[in-house]
T-cell receptor, first 110, second 116 residues
């Protein structure tokens, strides 16, 4: 059963702490993405990767980091430099212009 | 600078009636447009798309219309059903990203409520 798995579903971050959101896909897609959704706003692109070991900054990359060591995996780290991390984070992969999304991770600050 | 705008944050319609969701864009270079549907605490799911070479695309109860001169697209849902209640996002893509990538620019979303 192909799809995109994000974990955890809910995550809490303490001040000054880095946290990592997991994203795994078994769709054999080359491209993967991280989007952030805030209430009343559209999805904004954080980082994307079109091939293993390569990734590019999106529109709001500051305070985030990613890695793409395997085709199936694209973890996102929210660093302490991200001052407003509370949001719903969506991972996606794509083929021919259509995005397939995971079920999201809600990150909140304690 | 919001390149894709959905100016109506919410829309309420009666079951069985038509729902019309609107989207405006500013960049005339966009060549591919998509609509996504999102339930709370879930990821968006693809609904329907349209290429800039077309002005209409239909899939069952869903039809997307594109007016390039007005830089406007709309999603029509007929007839509307309570299960259609969700947030709808329109998205656009530039030519260099249309093939084999999903670098999309999203609108703010419109919350549709279909009342029984």
């Amino acid at each position: 059963d192909g799809g995109i798995t994000q974990s955890p579903k809910y995550l809490f971050r303490k001040e000054g702490q880095n946290v990592t959101l997991s994203c795994e896909q078994n769709l054999n897609h080359d491209a993967m993405y991280w989007y952030r959704q805030d209430p009343g706003q559209g999805l904004r692109l954080i980082y994307y990767s079109q091939i293993v070991n390569d990734f590019q900054k999106g529109d709001i990359a500051e305070g985030y980091s990613v890695s793409r060591e395997k085709k199936e995996s694209f973890p996102l780290t929210v660093t302490s430099a991200q001052k407003n991390p509370t949001a719903f984070y969506l991972c996606a992969s794509s083929t021919y212009g259509e995005l397939f999304f995971g079920s999201g991770t809600q990150l909140s600050v304690l | 600078d919001q390149q894709v705008k959905q100016n109506s944050p919410s829309l309420s319609v009666q079951e069985g009636r038509i729902s019309i969701l609107n989207c405006d864009y500013t960049n005339s270079m966009f060549d591919y447009f998509l609509w996504y549907k999102k339930y709370p605490a879930e990821g968006p799911t693809f609904l329907i798309s349209i290429s800039s070479i077309k002005d209409k695309n239909e899939d069952g109860r869903f039809t997307v219309f594109l007016n390039k001169s007005a830089k406007h697209l709309s999603l029509h849902i007929v007839p509307s059903q309570p299960g259609d209640s969700a947030v709808y996002f329109c998205a656009a893509s530039l030519p260099q990203f249309s093939s084999n990538t999903g670098k999309l620019i999203f609108g703010q979303g419109t919350t549709l409520q279909v009342k029984p």
